[in-house]
Nanobody
Framework: QVQLVASGGGLVQAGGSLRLSCAASGSRVSPAAWDWYRQAPGKQRELVATILVGGTTNYADSVKGRFTISRDNVGTTVFLQMNSLQPEDTAVYLC?????????WGQGTQVTVSS
């Protein structure tokens, strides 16, 4: 059974940085793609970044130039490097992995940016 565990969230001042990780266990093959989403209170869940098996990445306009998604060589751990954080980046960040046509979600990690 595939399980995703996200970590790395926390409290940071505006302008600071955090690095999120999401590790998959029980994966049988290298995942086809990974997403990072975020959900702030009272707002819809937002797709923040995507990385495909070939290494192609995509970002929401709101984080371009500040956030970087990457993965390890095996492809079962994904990272989100977040720089120049702003209060509007405050949210629960969730990872999502696609493997053999099935999507799996992690439990989320809280990121809070103080002004």
């Amino acid at each position: 059974q595939v399980q995703l565990v996200a970590s790395g969230g926390g409290l940071v001042q505006a302008g600071g940085s955090l690095r999120l990780s999401c590790a998959a266990s029980g994966s049988r093959v290298s995942p086809a793609a990974w997403d990072w989403y975020r959900q702030a209170p009272g707002k819809q869940r937002e797709l923040v970044a995507t990385i495909l098996v070939g290494g192609t990445t995509n970002y929401a306009d709101s984080v371009k130039g500040r956030f970087t998604i990457s993965r390890d060589n095996v492809g079962t751990t994904v990272f989100l490097q977040m720089n120049s954080l702003q209060p509007e980046d405050t949210a629960v960040y969730l990872c999502k992995m696609y493997e053999l046509g099935t999507a799996y979600w992690g439990q989320g990690t809280q990121v809070t940016v103080s002004s």
